[in-house]
């Protein structure tokens, strides 16, 4: 028997993948008082493929969302100094306090993906795990107006809405089904292999970087720190300690004596690389945010920062137009060139880095290049105007099923 959510009247918007950059989407747009549905083809608070480290303007974001506390009260660790080694270079940094900010933060995604979807569920989101969307309904003109897909135990789904919102992640299934196509496509991809060591004595985030090397440190929750090693991905190879261990040892010979000083973990994950994308983030009913629209190399430690910056850059396009009558062109035309505005130094530079196309005496310009780009991002941030708060009276005042279908916890399916 398929499902139906909501036949009639549909969602405002449906947002397909609920982790960073799906849960904080769906929690502003059900916090400004919009019908959301939020899914997932995934479980509930669940690992995924990806070191953590938050920068600047996601701290700020997680900040002025009310949601930094929940991250801290988890146990995540304050990181107060960043340190970059290079050639022959040590450079720490402290963290100046600065928009509020005066620490950065790397949850686990097991911390911070379930906060995000919290939020959303607490805002009054429709939230369900365990349904993959495999496609999405037109109407005759060809405009979006809804997701169809199934659930964990097999029956057919389908939801309607004014906007479908693809969050879904590098491979998005929303991408491909509304053609939307790459504007960029990067040149490089490095492989990465990362674990969790216990006892390792560590002062915030390190990042080192030498020619066909890089590796780093994050730390984390549970007293644990993230490591982790870059390379071309022949070097790689299938990851794993040893392909860690040298990298380190070429990258920051220090770093690999406190490693190993430290309780290695059981077993390492491996990224095997993937050129960055940036793809065209709207068309008729629908939108892309995150890694489905913009994806760079991991070893920009960015990719989350920039969703949950992207998460509300489009929340608020979406917003002016269900709320405030904007024109639905307008308003996703806006906000792609907003995201592209913000987005595109920081790709370039990072597709060089990543590339390992550089000597000892090029990393450090291209690293004031990646600073200089966080920066304007961080600025961008600061300027924005808070969301209007939380109110509920448009949602309330209209008659709708969705009350009946809120769930206090995500539901799985199957
Ligand atoms: C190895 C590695 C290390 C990284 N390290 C960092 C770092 O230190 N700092 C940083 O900021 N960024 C880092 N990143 C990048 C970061 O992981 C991503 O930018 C971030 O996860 C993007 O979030 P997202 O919500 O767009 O997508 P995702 O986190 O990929 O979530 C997509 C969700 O969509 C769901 N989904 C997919 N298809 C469907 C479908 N058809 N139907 C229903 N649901 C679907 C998936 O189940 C998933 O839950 C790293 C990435 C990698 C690979």
């Known amino acids: 028997m398929p499902i139906h959510l909501h036949a009639d009247p549909?969602?405002?918007?449906?947002?397909v993948g609920a982790r960073a950059a799906g849960a904080a989407t769906a929690h502003l747009l059900a916090r400004?008082?919009?019908?959301?549905?939020?899914?997932?083809?995934g479980r509930y608070g669940t690992d995924t493929l990806s070191t953590h480290a938050l920068m600047r303007g996601g701290v700020l974001q997680l900040s002025r969302w009310g949601l930094l506390e929940k991250i801290i009260a988890a146990g995540t660790p304050p990181v107060r100094r960043t340190t970059f080694r290079y050639a022959d270079a040590i450079v720490p940094i402290t963290i100046k306090p600065s928009h509020g900010?005066?620490?950065?933060y790397a949850p686990r995604r097991t911390v911070l993906d379930p906060v995000l979807v919290d939020a959303a569920i607490a805002a009054g989101a429709d939230v369900r795990f365990g349904i993959a969307v495999t496609d999405v309904d037109r109407d005759r003109q060809g405009a979006v107006t809804g997701v169809a897909g199934r659930t964990r135990d097999g029956r057919g789904f389908r939801a309607r809405a004014r906007i479908v919102v693809g969050a879904d992640g590098i491979r998005s299934t929303i991408?491909?089904?509304?053609?939307?196509?790459?504007?960029?496509?990067?040149?490089?991809?490095?492989?990465?292999?990362?674990?969790?060591?216990?006892?390792?004595?560590?002062?915030?985030?390190?990042?080192?970087?030498?020619?066909?090397a890089a590796s780093g440190v994050v730390p984390t929750n549970d007293g644990q720190a993230c490591v982790y090693a870059s390379a071309l991905p022949h070097r790689i190879g299938r990851g794993g300690l040893a392909p860690l261990t040298q990298i380190i040892a070429e990258s920051s010979p220090?770093?690999?004596?406190?490693?190993?000083?430290?309780?290695?973990?059981?077993?390492?994950?491996?990224?095997?690389g993937r050129p960055g994308h940036?793809?065209?983030?709207?068309?008729?009913?629908?939108?892309?945010?995150?890694?489905?629209?913009?994806?760079?190399?991991?070893?920009?430690?960015?990719?989350l920062t920039d969703a949950l910056r992207d998460?509300?850059?489009?929340?608020?396009?979406?917003i002016a137009v269900v709320i405030d009558g904007a024109d639905e062109r307008d308003a996703l035309a806006s906000y792609q060139s907003t995201r592209d505005a913000l987005s595109t130094a920081l790709f370039d530079v990072i597709d060089v880095i990543a590339g390992h196309r550089w000597t000892d005496e090029e990393i450090p310009h291209l690293l004031l290049q990646l600073n200089a780009a966080m920066a304007d991002e961080v600025e961008a941030l600061a300027a924005l105007s808070p969301l209007p708060s939380p109110s509920g009276q448009r949602r309330s005042s209209r008659s709708s099923p969705q009350t009946q279908l809120i769930h206090p916890r995500p539901v799985p399916c199957g």
């Open 32 to 41: 400004s008082g919009l019908r959301v549905l939020l899914v997932d083809r």
């Open 311 to 318: 998460a509300e850059l489009l929340a608020r396009a979406i």
């Open 101 to 104: 900010v005066d620490a950065l």
């Open 175 to 212: 991408a491909e089904r509304v053609g939307a196509p790459f504007q960029r496509v990067g040149t490089s991809a490095a492989a990465i292999t990362y674990g969790y060591w216990s006892g390792l004595e560590t002062d915030g985030y390190e990042w080192n970087f030498r020619p066909g």
């Open 254 to 272: 220090g770093l690999a004596g406190r490693l190993a000083a430290a309780v290695p973990p059981r077993a390492l994950r491996t990224f095997t």
């Open 10 to 15: 549909r969602y405002d918007a449906i947002v």
């Open 278 to 303: 940036i793809r065209r983030s709207w068309g008729r009913g629908w939108a892309l945010v995150g890694d489905a629209g913009y994806f760079k190399d991991p070893l920009s430690a960015h990719g």
